[in-house]
């Protein structure tokens, strides 16, 4: 599975940003997937999680209900309400093999990565 994140920029407080993450590979619906973010100095932190099928989602709560995770065949999304400077990271997609389940939230478990896509927010 190749992954490729996109959609970040600079945006002002109060604002919305649609990231992206194209996947490819035969097996991507089967996949878990995660958004996750870095903030310079921090450590990667979960922000959001969606099964396979896309029925099931898990936030941080640091971004429940301003945060949405979604799904289609070969992309999977994070719209992002309500952005506040705390959001500033680089943000990364990552896909989780079937046998992990799904609702990880610690970086180690996931087995791909797309290359990260900044975000910014001023205040």
């Known amino acids: 599975v190749q992954l490729q994140a996109s959609g970040g920029g600079l945006v002002q407080a109060g604002g919305s940003l649609r990231l992206s993450c194209a996947a490819s590979g035969r097996t991507f619906s089967s996949y878990a997937m995660g958004w996750f973010r870095q903030a310079p100095g921090k450590e990667r932190e979960f922000v959001a999680g969606i099964n396979w099928s896309g029925r099931m989602t898990d936030y941080a709560d640091s971004v429940k209900s301003r945060f949405t995770i979604s799904r289609d065949k070969n992309t999977v999304y994070l719209q992002m309400n309500s952005l506040e400077p705390e959001d500033t990271a680089v943000y990364y997609c990552?896909?989780?093999?079937?046998?992990?389940?799904?609702?990880?939230?610690?970086?180690?478990?996931?087995?791909?990565w797309g290359q990260g896509t900044q975000v910014t927010v001023s205040s």
């Open positions: 990552a896909a989780l093999k079937p046998q992990a389940g799904w609702g990880q939230r610690l970086p180690n478990l996931y087995d791909y």
